[in-house]
């Protein structure tokens, strides 16, 4: 196959980068507009090089009369770069380097500030914005494969993240921006949210922690500490890869509900009686803890006891969810029902398992139970919950709730 992409820049496109030279890179940032495109019409896609290296390409479907590429599988999905065998003028648009593509957050372009790069990380290729100058800016995850291929593979942008289009006093470009709404090293809206108790966390400032940069939930995490059923910690940082306990999850549950608009989830400060035995009157937590219980979203164990400080595994945070979905549909006054958005993933390591119906179903609803870690065939049910990943999933159970009908 023909692998060399070389790029041709339109004339308007290289005067425009032309007259940008005489400005500074601060002024530069504010001469280029954007403009929204339609997503299914360009796809980002990762080219294996010698040495572990990736290039980045995006090609785009400017008309129908032949098709540009295709694509197959999952995990990475493979595409075919069809447009290297025809000459594809005014039929295809392809984007290879950095005068075809940048990033562009919060309507500010770091096209001077930051490069895009492809890293590969365990198995997953990675993309990310990296400082140009700063060494010790924030680096941007933006998307990733979702496996790695020895052939060229779609690159999935993060929650988030689109593509737009350049423009240049009202003049569409062939530039392509990677395109964020959240400001660079943050979130819209400064400091927001409010404390979820306990060892969920303080600090819900709405910064892009240090500790998640090269996560695979980070676009996720953000959003969940911007909504303000999860924070970090007072040292500023997410701590991702710490297990999460029952009444952690409880906290974060019943915090995501209360962000259901025009609905209303009050529980008292302090309860008069123990909701379990073993959760004592004082405990941070008693209060969420009773309010769940009531609403039929948790349930203690055969002993009669809650053990809220004990770790709550991947199924058991599923199952959670499930309820907290169901109750979350109730509280807007529709059916219970959980409406499959997307067709149930099948898990190699779920048959059999008390919890595999839901599980299946949530991988339904929204992705809510997905793959550890986004990547293979295995759900991991019986794997501690890892503070990451249950961001992220109530994220998606909730956003799932707030638009199902």
């Known amino acids: 196959m023909k692998t060399n992409l070389g790029v041709k ?73 069809l447009l290297l065998n025809f000459d594809f003028t005014g039929i295809c648009g392809r984007s290879v380097d950095s005068n075809g593509y940048s990033i562009r957050m919060a309507d500010q372009d770091l096209g001077w500030q930051y490069t895009l790069r492809l890293v590969p990380e365990g198995n997953d290729v990675l993309l990310v914005g990296v400082p140009a100058k700063d060494p010790n800016g924030p680096t941007v995850t933006i998307g990733r494969t979702f496996g790695v291929s020895n052939t060229f593979s779609k690159v999935v942008l993060n929650p988030g993240w689109r593509l737009t289009k350049r423009t ?4 569409t470009l062939g530039h392509v921006y990677f395109t964020s709404d959240t400001v660079l090293g943050g979130v819209p809206g400064g400091n927001t949210g409010g404390n979820t108790g306990g060892n969920t966390g303080g600090n819900t400032g709405g910064t892009l922690f240090a500790d998640i940069r090269n996560d695979v939930y980070a676009s996720e995490i953000d959003q969940a500490v911007t909504a303000g059923f999860v924070a970090g910690f007072k040292d500023n940082t997410f701590r ?88 979350g549909k109730t509280m807007r006054g529709l059916p219970a029902t959980l409406t499959p958005k997307q067709q149930a993933k099948v898990f190699n390591d779920t048959t059999g398992h008390w919890a595999a119906d839901t599980i299946s179903r949530m991988s339904g609803y929204c992705n809510v139970a997905s793959a550890f870690n986004e990547t293979g065939s295995a759900f991991y049910p019986n794997t501690e919950t890892r503070r990451n990943y249950a961001a992220a999933a109530t994220l998606r159970m909730l956003n799932c709730v707030k638009t199902d009908k």
């Open 168 to 171: 240049y006093q009202d003049k």
């Open 240 to 327: 991702p890869q710490e297990t999460l306990t029952r009444e952690q999850l409880v906290s974060m549950v019943v915090e995501s509900l209360a962000k259901i608009p025009n609905v209303n989830v009050s529980f008292p400060t302090v309860v008069s009686a123990r909701p379990y035995p073993d959760v004592e009157t004082s405990r941070w937590s008693a209060a969420k803890i009773q309010w769940a219980r009531d609403n039929n979203i948790i349930s203690g164990y055969g002993d009669g006891t809650f053990r809220p400080s004990q770790t709550v595994t991947r199924a058991e945070m599923i199952a959670v969810l499930r309820r907290a979905a169901e109750k």
């Open 9 to 81: 820049v339109v004339a308007f496109a290289t005067a425009a980068l032309s007259t940008l030279a005489a400005f500074s890179p601060i002024n530069a940032q504010v001469l280029f507009g954007k403009k929204e495109v339609e997503q299914n019409k360009f796809i980002v896609v990762a080219q294996p090089l010698p040495n572990n290296l990736y290039k980045l390409l995006v090609f785009e479907q400017v008309s129908t009369q032949r098709a540009c590429w295709s694509e197959s599988g999952a995990q990475p999905a493979t595409v075919e770069p």
